[in-house]
Nanobody, 124 residues
Framework: QVHLVESGGGLVQAGGSLRLSCAAS????????MGWFRQAPGKEREFVAA????????HYAGSLKGRFTISRDNARNAVYLQMNSLQPEDTAVYYC?????????????????WGQGTQVTVSS
């Protein structure tokens, strides 16, 4: 069992930045593939970014690449999402997710463990 807790969300003006954190506890964090997803009201959960256990491969949603950066610190059992140049359409609840084996990082069904989410609101 892996327990995930996101933090760092909040209200920011368009053009601003936020850094989300996801703290993991339970099983050995460094064995897990980690992902970030987001869900806006009335919309399906959407892939944001994912990173392999040692960071050697990183995946981004095409529309977000260049503005968002995923990273992890296995010594701190944490994964991060740096978000720059935020726009109102980035408003959503952001979730981190984990699994030992992920074949299709963009598919939320690949992940067994999820945090409770953190709200990000971008005002225009």
């Amino acid at each position: 069992q892996v327990h995930l807790v996101e933090s760092g969300g909040g209200l920011v003006q368009a053009g601003g930045s936020l850094r989300l954190s996801c703290a993991a506890s339970g099983r050995t964090f460094s064995n897990y593939f980690m992902g970030w997803f987001r869900q806006a009201p009335g919309k399906e959960r959407e892939f944001v970014a994912a990173i392999t256990w040692n960071g050697d491969r990183i995946h981004y949603a095409g529309s977000l690449k260049g503005r968002f950066t995923i990273s992890r610190d296995n010594a701190r059992n944490a994964v991060y999402l740096q978000m720059n140049s935020l726009q109102p359409e980035d408003t959503a609840v952001y979730y981190c997710a984990a699994d030992r084996t992920v074949v299709s990082p963009m598919n939320p069904k690949e992940y067994d463990y999820w945090g409770q989410g953190t709200q990000v609101t971008v005002s225009s």
